[in-house]
């Protein structure tokens, strides 16, 4: 099982940069696909998410209306789009797959890819 996670660089504050996480190994159809970030000395924090087979989506009020977490069942991929980018959302970003009861809390997610770094310069 794996999660692929890619897409992370250097933008400017008010940029745009797309992640995706590319899964294999299993079917995830029962799951949540997620995202977290971890900036360094905080705790890892929920992004978004969302349910692989209803497409419904969750946000952390920081980046609603910002960010927008999609998926491609045919690519078995998930993408995070981040627009109008703050120097706040510099973080490694994570994505993540479980079927937890709380989309937002790390321990309900049982996969996790290696972390993209994301850096919004101001």
């Known amino acids: 099982v794996q999660l692929q996670a890619f897409g992370g660089g250097l933008v400017q504050a008010g940029g745009s940069l797309r992640l995706s996480c590319a899964a294999s190994?299993?079917?995830?159809?029962?799951?949540?696909m997620g995202w977290f970030r971890q900036a360094p000395g905080k705790e890892r924090e929920f992004v978004a998410a969302v349910s692989w087979s209803t497409g419904s989506t969750y946000y952390a009020p920081s980046v609603k209306g910002r960010f927008t977490i999609s998926r491609d069942n045919a690519k078995n991929t998930v993408h995070l789009q981040m627009n109008s980018l703050k120097p706040e959302d510099t973080a490694v970003y994570y994505c993540?797959?479980?079927?937890?009861?709380?989309?937002?809390?790390?321990?309900?997610?049982?996969?996790w890819g290696q972390g993209t770094q994301v850096t919004v310069s101001s």
């Open positions: 993540a797959a479980g079927r937890g009861s709380y989309y937002y809390k790390t321990d309900d997610y049982d996969y």
């Open positions: 190994g299993r079917s995830f159809s029962n799951h949540r």
